[in-house]
């Protein structure tokens, strides 16, 4: 009998391990979002039984064990060196030059062949595999002594928590990092939050993966590519082409973009090619990484002191502009934190005109000393807002007054305050006209309850023409007066009410998450639906009930307390059941349109926006199904950025195209 069941667990854990790497690696996943859930939960139910079977590398481990109270230091048994830079052809053939002149080659025609490779913006990591379990994760630190960090490296799914044929110990290296739709995402959560946003892709991989709480770095979406072997025992690799093959045998996320190229050449045109092309990219690059190929040429090079001589990072031109500061405007957010916002003399930045650019908050002001007319150098990174870098002091016009903070909100007049422990102003009214705006439009916004004939111009003209008091009183709307209503006339009314009318069948967690709780993104929304299945009875929980929630720590659960000891809070919910909203989670019952019932989808390649798996939600939402490989029987293929071989099966016979934004379309009916 117990015999039995170590199989299953073995089997079951063989089995789910095969199914991550095809859906977080391999981006080809084989089985639904719900035949992996069974599977995962067959597995906790088993492990429940006999916890003397629990090992460190199973699925189920991802988030587990303790918040730290700080983060363990690791010396590093090999030092994780840093990068010469070059900044154009001339210093990259220079370094060509070098190559060869230390390895004896620069009288001959012989070249050298290099390992081209995206510069990922991120945090450099790495993670250790004894006997081919994952053991030990660190962060680079100054690179001789780094934190650690194993527990939340372990939360990202792709990485493999135990590998096959894998020598005694191999340590691995690779950059983590935010997608940049992720980023955005997390960077408009934190201004709501009344946080600083994160200043640039690195900041925002390091202050994820530094969590001292695993839970909470689970619910960042984090992912990370390898790039490199560190120490290992027993391996015997004559390149680096050839190491980054063994790395994606092991099922490690290599960048699919690495090229092995003959010569300097070659490598300078992949730079060129790049440094356009990588704005198109889901993730933020800074720059390409040439590394020689060969390990003998490589040991023969050696490295200084810093960095090794066998490589170079070509540096992206940076993507900065100077201007001028027009004005200094308030923006009133949802929860009314007053952010300063910097009109400027509009400007092109890396082929987009830029005019607004975020200050971040009063502090940032104050650092800066950024006044009205100055003029400024601003930085545009892709995913992160516009930013003031400095001010040019020597060119400020004579007589100008340092910035002062407002007193009160620049919408309704009401106090502006500073609340202990916050970097941000507040507007304290809580029925701040211009609070209510955001409300409404973070409620109707796609991530929430997604009404999208209800936008910002809309919102702005009900809540000023009165018809909206609360973000509830959406469901009160009545067709006639909408219609009276300047642009609006009865067929637009009635569009709307269609709208709202449609919206009350969404799914629980968007109505949860529309509600604006500070800290509760759709994803942590998600969590407490599973685990609380209606709006009710998460308004109920206890902080207790809630932290016992895997992935929601006491930060998440506090401010759900928070939110819904308001009573004008909990009768927002009484009056969403009262118009017929849906609060509960019933799958039977949560019918919907289903306006791609029983068509089947194929994905291939990354979308602007959405994730896969959020893609393949929606899809499924909507009666859809997504499979892994293309037929005559799939009616659409979804195509992203950098497609697969799937998109030629497509072409070849003749099924529908979709890009992401034909995908939204269809999916809103
Ligand atoms: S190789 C000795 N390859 O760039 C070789 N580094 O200054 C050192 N980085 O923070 C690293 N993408 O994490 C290498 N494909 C890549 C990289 C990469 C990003 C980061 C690295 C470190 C910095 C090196």
């Known amino acids: 009998m117990s015999e039995n069941i170590r199989k299953e667990i073995e089997q079951l854990r063989c089995k789910i391990r095969r199914h ?133 490296l372990r939360t990202i799914r792709s990485v493999p928590l135990c590998i096959d044929n894998a020598p005694n110990l191999l340590e691995v290296r690779g950059e983590a990092y935010i997608p940049k739709a992720k980023l955005d995402e997390v960077n408009a959560q934190r201004e709501a939050n009344g946080e600083t946003p994160f200043a640039n892709p690195r900041n925002a991989a390091a202050g994820s993966i530094r ?81 020689v190929n060969s390990i003998a040429q490589q040991e023969e090079l050696g490295a200084t002191a810093k960095a090794p001589r066998w490589a170079i990072s070509y540096k992206f031109p940076s993507e900065q502009a100077v201007t001028t500061i027009q004005e200094i405007h308030i923006q009133v957010g949802r929860t009314g934190v007053l952010t300063p916002r910097a009109a400027l003399e509009p400007v092109e930045v890396s082929g987009v005109t830029v005019s607004h650019a975020t200050l971040h908050n009063m502090d940032e002001i104050a650092r800066l000393d950024v006044r009205v007319g100055d003029t400024v150098r601003i930085e545009r990174a892709g995913g992160v807002i516009p930013r003031v870098l400095s001010v040019l002091k020597e060119r400020r016009p004579e007589g100008s007054k340092p910035f002062e903070p407002p007193t009160s909100c620049p919408v309704c007049g009401g106090g502006a305050v500073r609340l202990p422990g916050e970097a941000a102003l507040r507007c304290i009214n809580p029925s701040c006209d211009a609070q209510l705006k955001r409300s409404v439009e973070h409620f109707a916004g796609r991530s929430a309850m997604n009404i999208d004939t209800l936008g910002p111009k809309r919102i702005a003209q009900l809540v000023d023409a009165c018809f909206l008091k609360d973000v509830a009183d959406i469901y009160i709307l009545e067709p006639k007066p909408l219609a009276e209503l300047d642009r609006m006339g009865d067929g637009t009314a009635a569009n709307l009410m269609y709208a709202i009318e449609q919206s009350k069948e969404q799914d629980p967690s968007r109505l949860l998450h529309g509600l604006g709780i500070p800290f509760v993104g759709l994803t942590i929304a998600e ?4 685990e609380f299945a209606s709006l009710q009875a998460v308004a109920a929980a206890s902080m207790e009930a809630l932290e016992g929630v895997h992935g929601i720590g006491e930060k998440v659960a506090a401010s759900v307390v928070q939110y819904f000891a308001l009573p004008a809070n909990r009768e927002r919910i009484d009056r969403f059941k009262e118009y017929g909203l849906t609060l509960e989670r019933d799958k039977e019952e949560n019918g919907g349109p289903q306006p791609l019932e029983g068509m089947a989808f194929v994905m291939t390649g990354e979308l602007p926006s959405l994730t896969r798996s959020e893609a393949k939600a929606r899809i499924e939402e909507a009666g859809g199904r997504v499979t892994s490989s293309v037929s005559k029987k799939t009616a659409y293929v979804v195509v992203g950025a950098n497609p697969g071989s799937k998109l030629g099966r497509a072409e070849a016979l003749d099924i529908p195209i979709l890009d992401e934004s034909a995908l939204l379309k269809l999916l809103d009916g």
Request: aromatic share 6%.
């Open 20 to 152: 991550e790497r095809l859906y977080y690696v391999d981006n080809a996943p084989e089985i639904g979002d719900a035949d992996f859930d069974r599977l995962m939960r067959r597995l906790e139910a088993l492990e429940a039984e006999r916890p003397d079977l629990i090992a460190p590398d199973s699925p189920t481990q991802r988030v587990g064990g303790e918040p730290a109270s700080e983060l363990p230091t690791v010396a590093h048994r090999l030092p994780l060196m840093s990068l010469d830079n070059a900044f154009n052809e001339e210093e990259l053939r220079a370094f060509d030059g070098r190559v060869k002149r230390l390895t004896a080659r620069e009288d001959s025609n012989e070249e050298i062949e290099y390992v081209c490779e995206l510069k990922i913006d991120g945090l450099a990591v790495s993670l250790t595999y004894e006997n081919g379990v994952y053991a030990l994760g660190s962060t680079r630190g100054d690179g001789q002594t780094g934190e650690e960090v194993t527990a939340n």
């Open 211 to 291: 969590l001292l709480d695993a839970g909470v770095a689970a619910s960042r979406p984090l992912d990370i590519f390898i790039y490199s072997v560190g120490e290992s025992v027993g391996l015997r690799l004559k390149s680096h082409a050839e190491a980054l093959d063994l790395l994606k045998s092991c099922g490690f996320r290599v960048n699919p973009e690495t090229r092995r190229v003959a010569n300097i050449d070659e490598a300078v045109q992949f730079c060129q090619e790049w440094k356009e092309r990588c704005r198109d990219l889901p993730y933020e690059t800074d720059g390409v990484v040439v590394k």
């Open 527 to 530: 969590l407490l639906m599973e």
